[in-house]
């Protein structure tokens, strides 16, 4: 990048050099400042100030080594992964997770507590606790953590600086991030669970071409990710899969529709056979109940319909996650078989895989995202 480009102020330039010099690092493993300046095409003098601005920030480990004749080697830059530390809160309608992550996204710390979801004062405040406790029991100054992100079931408008509609929790229906806020201690970040659980995924492939998350739960939803990150969409709801038809005049939906996704592959399809336990169908499932083996098939292939639909549209990868995932995991060849008869037209399946992260990923991709916000800054 050069250190001049006409139409640009030198202050705009010096922060897309400062930004530069610094991804460069965070995503290498140990430059030199001559290596920097030659890659980025940013001049030793511009170097040289920013990496004095990012050493006086702690951000940087430097080493030096000798070469065999014994004179020195130009030292070596690598990224302070463990300068900062990131909070991700996983909220969800039965429990609630968090963890504690360095600036490189590793998982330092997490804990999950079974807990029923209440818009409490009380309930966001044993969060805020679990926050302080966590920091404590890994010895970390709360001085060292860039922010608290929460990730919720929920439609996120950062324009407004609210929460709209969530058929799964509807107590937070419209609420303000200023009213959850004041229950923390750290800066808040908010965003909608399946976009952060799409996020963490992504970013533990180091996928950065177009992916779409699919996140089943008792509510499904769906994130589209892309090189730039999360896609929003116009009014925050890009990727909510859940409310598209997939069956004409089918069963009705909760939004005046009728035949939605979400009617047929919600988990609750077949945890309301089981006593509203999704385990307890597992276990039927893995018993070869002949009932419990009908429901699973018919429910994949309504899965298959979607996917399908999905892939022809938008033609990218496709991660399937969210507590459906135990289930898929030992069916996944039925699902395959499903998928490729479904479409025939164009490729195999190469293109779809299920989720890395089994229960955390939304609580790890909304930290995450205040770590890049935090190196971009
Ligand atoms: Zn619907």
Not at 12 to 17: A, E, F, L
Request: one cysteine or more; aromatic letters at 10%; a negative charge.
């Amino acid at each position: 990048m050069a250190d001049f480009e006409h139409g640009l102020s030198s202050i705009d330039m010096q922060n897309i050099n400062r930004i530069s010099i610094i991804n460069f690092i965070y995503n290498s493993s140990g430059v030199t400042q001559q290596m920097i300046a030659k890659r980025l095409n940013i001049s030793m003098p511009t170097v040289i100030q920013n990496i004095k601005e990012l050493r006086e920030k702690n951000l940087l480990v430097e080493e030096s080594t000798l070469d065999s004749s014994g004179g020195r080697r130009p030292r070596l830059i690598e990224f302070n992964y463990n300068s900062h530390y990131s909070v991700g809160v996983m909220v969800k309608s039965h429990e609630w997770a968090v963890v504690l992550l360095n600036l490189k996204g590793e998982i330092k710390d997490s804990v999950i507590h079974h807990e029923k979801f209440k818009h409490t004062g009380k309930y966001w405040k044993s969060i805020n606790a679990s926050i302080s406790d966590i920091l404590a029991a890994n010895g970390i100054d709360r001085e060292l953590i860039i922010g608290v992100g929460i990730s919720l079931p929920c439609v996120v408008i950062h324009s407004e600086n609210r929460l709209d509609m969530s058929t799964t929790l509807p107590a937070l229906n419209y609420t303000p991030f200023a009213e959850i806020q004041r229950h923390f201690d750290f800066p808040v970040y908010f965003e909608n669970e399946a976009n952060a659980a799409g996020y963490a995924e992504a970013w533990v492939r180091r996928k950065y071409n177009d992916v779409v998350y699919l996140s089943i739960n008792e509510g499904i939803s769906g994130a589209i990710i892309t090189s730039r990150g999360i896609s929003h969409g116009n009014n925050g709801r890009l990727g909510e899969f859940g409310h598209a038809v997939i069956h004409t005049n089918g069963k009705p939906c909760i939004c005046g529709r009728k035949g939605c996704f979400e009617v047929y592959c919600s988990t609750k399809v077949l945890s309301e056979t089981t006593n509203d336990s999704l385990e307890a169908f597992w276990c039927k499932l893995k018993s070869n109940d002949k009932e419990a083996v009908q429901l699973f098939d018919e429910y994949l292939r309504d899965l298959a319909i979607m996917i399908t639909n999905i892939r022809v549209a938008l033609d990218c990868d496709i991660i399937i996650g969210g507590d459906i995932k135990q289930g898929l995991d030992r069916n996944y060849s039925r699902l395959i078989q499903l998928v490729d008869a479904e479409n025939k037209y164009f490729e195999n399946h190469d293109y779809l895989s299920l989720a890395y992260y089994d229960d955390i990923g939304a609580a790890v991709g909304v930290a995450e995202l205040r770590n890049i916000d935090f190196v971009n800054r």
